[in-house]
């Protein structure tokens, strides 16, 4: 037994490995031009596996996708000509309006959604953690949607540390993509998710002295990529901690930060068009058991599609629109 459970370990490991995809010289590279015959805008320019290739946004609909370069006709822009070919899109409205919240210490960026019905738009943050990924939040998800709304929508804040470190976890994430059950948009948390304890809010977190906000940025989306993970162009600062300067720094890079006005470990109520944040990391249990709470009371509605939960892009490009 124990010798088939090796064998079998190694089988997986094998895979994993073979899944792996070589990303080199990845950078920000901002173009516009026409995809498949829509308009798009070119994020960043890399090679996997040898092949030049784009991540590109679609600026109505906020979707990424990475395309073979060839196969896309652009013209190069700085950030600076974003609104002279962007404006009225809902990906520049989006980046504008986070940028005009960008003030308070705590919690800039989007923090709600478009309320058209009753319903919530749900964020799972994955900060670094020895514990394993608290699977009990996505099974309640798909058992509490099933007859409703499959595959279930659901936002991710990944970083490097914690999808280093659970790759098992991660795994299953994405088998439970591939049959269906859920609809994941994987947001920007940064690779270290740099905390010191006891350190005031602005020199703690991704404000830390001496923080590379580049590595933290691209090089996150980088691993995503080599694990078969697609970036949207979704920013969460760690601890929900920035300034003015850091927000600019972020959209820079054309994400789009996103806040919260409902984190449930916090007591804070959600409400139509709330965007609530838990912690999937298993270090929050008050938070995730608030939740399941909440499905549970929800659930008649939820089974009359009276009580929905909205994909992150669907939402913002509703509001911004």
């Not at 037994?1 to 990303?23: D, G, N, P, R, W």
Request: charged share 15%.
């Amino acid at each position: 037994m124990i010798k088939l459970q090796i064998t079998l370990a190694l089988i997986c490991f094998s895979l994993f490995v073979q899944a792996q995809k070589e990303i080199q010289q990845y950078k920000s590279y901002f173009a516009i031009g026409k995809y498949n015959g829509k308009s798009i805008l070119v994020l960043r320019q890399f090679e996997e596996n040898s092949m030049p290739s784009y991540l590109i946004v679609n600026p109505q609909t906020l979707e990424t996708q990475i395309i073979n370069s060839k196969m896309a006709a652009v013209k190069a822009i700085t950030f600076q000509q974003f609104e002279l070919y962007l404006k009225n899109t809902p990906y520049f409205n989006a980046i504008q309006s986070a940028t005009q919240q960008s003030l308070s210490l705590q919690d800039a960026g989007i923090t709600h959604g478009f309320p058209k019905e009753k319903g919530i738009t749900l964020t799972i943050d994955l900060c670094p953690s020895h514990k394993p990924l608290d699977r009990n939040i996505f099974s309640s998800l798909i058992t509490a949607f099933q007859k409703s709304e499959l595959p279930v929508p659901v936002a991710l804040s990944i970083t490097g540390k914690f999808m280093l470190n659970h790759s098992a976890d991660i795994s299953w994430l994405q088998g439970l993509e591939k049959s269906g059950d859920l609809d994941i948009t994987w947001i920007n948390h940064t690779y270290h998710h740099h905390y010191s304890p006891g350190a005031p809010l602005n020199v703690n977190f991704l404000m830390e002295p001496g923080t590379d906000i580049n590595f933290e940025i691209l090089g996150l989306e980088q691993t995503m990529i080599e694990r078969g993970l697609l970036p949207s162009v979704f920013f969460r600062f760690p601890g929900l901690v920035s300034d003015q300067k850091l927000v600019e720094e972020v959209t820079s890079y054309g994400l789009i930060p996103i806040g919260s006005d409902a984190w449930l470990a916090k007591g804070q109520q959600s409400h139509a068009g709330s965007l609530v944040l838990i912690h999937g990391n298993g270090n929050e249990p008050i938070g995730v058991n608030d939740f399941i709470k909440l499905l549970s009371t929800e659930k008649s509605t939820i089974n009359q599609q009276q009580w929905l939960l909205y994909d992150l892009r669907t939402s913002l490009e509703q509001e911004f629109n």
